[in-house]
C-alpha cells in the first residue's frame, strides 16, 4: 500500500531514516497569503516498511520576483538539528569518520532547471545537535540546474571522475540572528546514480579550512531545492555505509582503511596506524605512535613524544611544534626507518626565529655547532642514530630535538625547511 504526505512538515521515520514534506520557504519568504494546495502543492508518496524504494517527490511552486528556495521535499539521514528529529546514529565528530559513503539512483522530470538534487549536512559544535549550535552547513549538489547557489567559487576538488566547483560563504543566516558557514560542492556533470565518498569531500573541505573537524556531523539529508515550477523526483534506491574511528580523549588504538584515511588523535598517547593507501595521521597532544604501514604516508606526531613509522612507500613527517627542550636536550621525537632519498623530513611548520617578528626558515649548517645565530639547524651523528637540533632563539642550545634511528647521513632533498 503507498501513502502520500501532502502537508506541510509531515514526517515518517523508519530505521535510521526519515522522510518529511519540507516546503520551508513558503513559510520563511512570508508568502502567508498562499494556500497550499490552491497556490503551491508538494506531495512525498511511499511504501511503508521500504519507504526510500520508488519513493516519489512531486511539487508544483509560482514563480517569485527574489528567487527563493521554496521546498525540500526529503530523506533525512540521521538527527535533524533544525526539527530535532531522527536517529542520532550519525552524530560524532567529522575526524573521526572512518567511512560514510551514500548511494543513490534518481529520476528527475519537469522544470529541471528550477531545481536542484543535493544531499546537505548540517555540523554542529555540540554532540546534543540542537539547531542553536550549527557551526557549518554542507551541500553536495548531484544535479545543478539553473540555480544560483549566492555564494563565491573559492576552489575545485576532484570527485570520482568529474570536478566539483566549491562555493563558500563564511556567513549563512535563516532569517534570524544565528550565522553559520555554508559550503556548496557543485558537480560539473549531473550524478544522478552513483556512489558518492562523503566523508573524502569533508575531509577534503578540512584541509581547506571550510570546516573544523572537530564539529559534529549530525545529520545527511537528500532531496530537491526547488525554486518554482513544476516537477518532481523518484529515489529508486538508497543505501549508505557508515563507520567510526573510536577516539577518545585517553589512550586508543585505531587502525585504518585500505583508502586514504586521515586519523587525528587527541589527548591521550594514542597509536594510530593506516594501513593500506596514503594516509594522514596526526597524533595530537599525547605521547603517540603513528605507523603509516602501507603507502605514501603523511605522518604529524603533534605535542609530546612520539615515535614514527613510515613504513614502506615514500612517506613525509611533518613538525610544527618546537616545544623548547633544555640544553643539549636528548630527542623527543623519533622515526624508527627514516630512508634518505625516499623520506622527507618537512619542517617548513617550524619557525627558525621565536624572537622575529613572523616565521623565519630554518638553515641547515651540517654538523658544525650552533653560532648563537637564531634559525640553525644541525645534524649530530652518533654510534647507531642520528639527530636534527633546532636552536630557534639564539642562545646556542637546541630547542626542538628529533632522533632518526639508524641513519648517518642526510641525502639532498630530505629536508623541507
Same mark, same amino acid.
Given at each position: 500500500?503507498?501513502?502520500?504526505?501532502?502537508?506541510?512538515?509531515?514526517?515518517?521515520?523508519?530505521?535510521?531514516?526519515?522522510?518529511?514534506?519540507?516546503?520551508?520557504?513558503?513559510?520563511?519568504?512570508?508568502?502567508?497569503?498562499?494556500?497550499?494546495?490552491?497556490?503551491?502543492a508538494?506531495?512525498?508518496?511511499?511504501?511503508?516498511?521500504?519507504?526510500?524504494?520508488?519513493?516519489?517527490?512531486?511539487?508544483?511552486?509560482?514563480?517569485?520576483?527574489?528567487?527563493?528556495?521554496?521546498?525540500?521535499?526529503?530523506?533525512?539521514?540521521?538527527?535533524?538539528?533544525?526539527?530535532?528529529?531522527?536517529?542520532?546514529?550519525l552524530?560524532?565528530?567529522?575526524?573521526?569518520?572512518?567511512?560514510? *559513503?551514500?548511494?543513490?539512483?534518481?529520476?528527475?522530470?519537469?522544470?529541471?532547471?528550477?531545481?536542484?538534487?543535493?544531499?546537505?549536512?548540517?555540523?554542529?559544535?555540540?554532540?546534543?545537535?540542537?539547531?542553536?549550535?550549527?557551526?557549518?552547513e554542507?551541500?553536495?549538489w548531484?544535479?545543478?540546474?539553473?540555480?544560483?547557489?549566492?555564494?563565491?567559487?573559492?576552489? *575545485?576538488?576532484?570527485?570520482?571522475?568529474?570536478?566539483?566547483?566549491?562555493?563558500?560563504?563564511?556567513?549563512?543566516?535563516?532569517?534570524?540572528?544565528q550565522?553559520?558557514?555554508?559550503t556548496?560542492?557543485?558537480?560539473?556533470?549531473?550524478?544522478?546514480?552513483?556512489?558518492?565518498?562523503?566523508?573524502?569531500?569533508?575531509?577534503?573541505?578540512?584541509?581547506?579550512?571550510?570546516?573544523?573537524g572537530?564539529?559534529y556531523?549530525?545529520?545527511?539529508?537528500?532531496?530537491?531545492?526547488?525554486?518554482?515550477?513544476?516537477?518532481?523526483?523518484?529515489?529508486?534506491?538508497?543505501?549508505?555505509d557508515?563507520?567510526?574511528?573510536?577516539?577518545?580523549?585517553?589512550?586508543?588504538?585505531v587502525q585504518?582503511?585500505?583508502?586514504?584515511?586521515?586519523?587525528?588523535?587527541?589527548?591521550?598517547?594514542?597509536?594510530?596506524?593506516?594501513?593500506?593507501?596514503?594516509?594522514?595521521?596526526?597524533?595530537?597532544?599525547?605521547?603517540?605512535?603513528?605507523?603509516?604501514?602501507?603507502?605514501?604516508?603523511?605522518?604529524?606526531?603533534?605535542?609530546?613524544?612520539?615515535?614514527?613509522?613510515?613504513?614502506?612507500?615514500?612517506?613525509?613527517?611533518?613538525?610544527?611544534?618546537?616545544?623548547?627542550?633544555?640544553?643539549?636536550?636528548?630527542?623527543?621525537?623519533?622515526?624508527?626507518?627514516?630512508?634518505?632519498?625516499?623520506?622527507?623530513i618537512?619542517?617548513?611548520?617550524?619557525d627558525?626565529?621565536?624572537?622575529?617578528?613572523?616565521?623565519?626558515?630554518?638553515?641547515?649548517?651540517?654538523?658544525?655547532?650552533?653560532?648563537?645565530?637564531p634559525?640553525?639547524?644541525?645534524?649530530?651523528?652518533?654510534?647507531?642514530?642520528?639527530?636534527?637540533?633546532?636552536?630557534?632563539d639564539?642562545?646556542?642550545?637546541?630547542?626542538?630535538?628529533?632522533r632518526?634511528?639508524?641513519?648517518?647521513?642526510?641525502?639532498?632533498?630530505?629536508?623541507?625547511?
Open positions: 500500500m503507498r501513502v502520500t504526505l501532502t502537508g506541510q512538515y509531515q514526517t515518517v521515520y523508519e530505521g535510521q531514516a526519515a522522510i518529511q514534506n519540507n516546503s520551508w520557504g513558503v513559510d520563511l519568504w512570508g508568502f502567508d497569503d498562499w494556500v497550499r494546495g490552491r497556490d503551491y508538494q506531495t512525498i508518496t511511499y511504501t511503508p516498511g521500504d519507504m526510500l524504494t520508488g519513493l516519489v517527490a512531486r511539487w508544483h511552486y509560482p514563480s517569485t520576483e527574489e528567487g527563493h528556495i521554496l521546498g525540500y521535499p526529503e530523506v533525512i539521514i540521521g538527527f535533524k538539528p533544525w526539527d530535532q528529529v531522527g536517529s542520532r546514529f552524530i560524532g565528530r567529522a575526524d573521526d569518520l572512518k567511512t560514510l *559513503t551514500v548511494t543513490a539512483d534518481v529520476d528527475i522530470w519537469g522544470d529541471t532547471e528550477r531545481f536542484n538534487i543535493s544531499y546537505d549536512l548540517w555540523l554542529t559544535d555540540s554532540p546534543t545537535g540542537h539547531y542553536s549550535t550549527i557551526t557549518a554542507v551541500m553536495i548531484l544535479h545543478a540546474g539553473a540555480l544560483d547557489d549566492h555564494s563565491t567559487p573559492v576552489a *575545485t576538488l576532484r570527485i570520482g571522475e568529474a570536478t566539483a566547483r566549491i562555493f563558500h560563504q563564511p556567513a549563512m543566516s535563516s532569517g534570524t540572528d550565522t553559520w558557514s555554508y556548496a560542492v557543485v558537480l560539473d556533470r549531473p550524478m544522478l546514480e552513483g556512489t558518492v565518498d562523503v566523508a573524502h569531500i569533508l575531509r577534503m573541505l578540512e584541509r581547506r579550512g571550510f570546516i573544523d572537530d564539529d556531523l549530525t545529520s545527511m539529508e537528500f532531496g530537491a531545492e526547488v525554486q518554482h515550477g513544476s516537477g518532481g523526483y523518484r529515489l529508486n534506491r538508497m543505501t549508505w557508515h563507520a567510526r574511528f573510536r577516539i577518545t580523549e585517553g589512550a586508543d588504538r585504518g582503511t585500505d583508502g586514504g584515511d586521515w586519523i587525528r588523535g587527541r589527548d591521550g598517547p594514542d597509536s594510530l596506524n593506516g594501513w593500506a593507501g596514503a594516509d594522514t595521521l596526526e597524533g595530537g597532544r599525547g605521547a603517540d605512535h603513528l605507523s603509516g604501514d602501507r603507502g605514501r604516508d603523511v605522518l604529524n606526531g603533534g605535542r609530546g613524544t612520539d615515535l614514527l613509522t613510515g613504513g614502506s612507500g615514500a612517506d613525509r613527517f611533518v613538525f610544527a611544534e618546537a616545544d623548547r627542550a633544555g640544553p643539549e636536550p636528548a630527542p623527543r621525537d623519533r622515526i624508527t626507518d627514516f630512508r634518505p632519498g625516499l623520506d622527507r618537512d619542517l617548513r611548520g617550524l627558525g626565529d621565536r624572537i622575529a617578528e613572523g616565521d623565519q626558515p630554518l638553515a641547515l649548517i651540517g654538523a658544525r655547532a650552533f653560532s648563537g645565530t634559525g640553525e639547524l644541525r645534524l649530530k651523528v652518533l654510534r647507531d642514530h642520528a639527530a636534527l637540533l633546532a636552536d630557534t639564539g642562545d646556542g642550545r637546541a630547542d626542538w630535538a628529533l632518526l634511528d639508524g641513519v648517518t647521513a642526510l641525502a639532498p632533498g630530505d629536508l623541507l625547511l
